[in-house]
């Protein structure tokens, strides 16, 4: 079992930057693919990016592209997702899934508590 937690979250004006983190429990964490998705208000969880086992193949949502950015430290078991230029539509809980790969959750065997973004405008 991978447990997942996140953090990073918070209150941001639009505009602005955030960078999620989502440190693993394991060592085996170098092994799997990880991915954020988030989840609106009223809205079906959806894909944001992935990233692969070695950090050099990545994905994104196309609301994202060009403003998020994910990388992974495995020597430090951890997956970030650096966010730029935040706008009012990118608020929701992000979530850290891990064990799969793609743009589907039910992909993806291991997740995280989730984190709070709000970007205010």
């Known amino acids: 079992q991978v447990q997942l937690v996140e953090s990073g979250g918070g209150l941001v004006q639009a505009g602005g930057s955030l960078r999620l983190s989502c440190a693993a429990s394991?060592?085996?964490?170098?092994?799997?693919?990880m991915g954020w998705f988030r989840q609106a208000p009223g809205k079906e969880r959806e894909f944001v990016a992935v990233?692969?086992?070695?950090?050099?193949?990545?994905d994104y949502a196309d609301s994202v592209k060009g403003r998020f950015t994910i990388s992974r430290n495995n020597a430090k078991n951890t997956v970030y997702l650096q966010m730029n230029s935040l706008k009012s539509e990118d608020t929701a809980v992000y979530y850290c899934a891990g064990g799969g790969w793609g743009t589907v959750s039910d992909k993806y065997d291991y997740w995280g508590q989730g984190t709070q973004v709000t970007v205010s405008s």
């Open positions: 990233i692969n086992w070695s950090g050099d193949s990545t």
């Open positions: 394991r060592r085996t964490f170098s092994s799997y693919a």
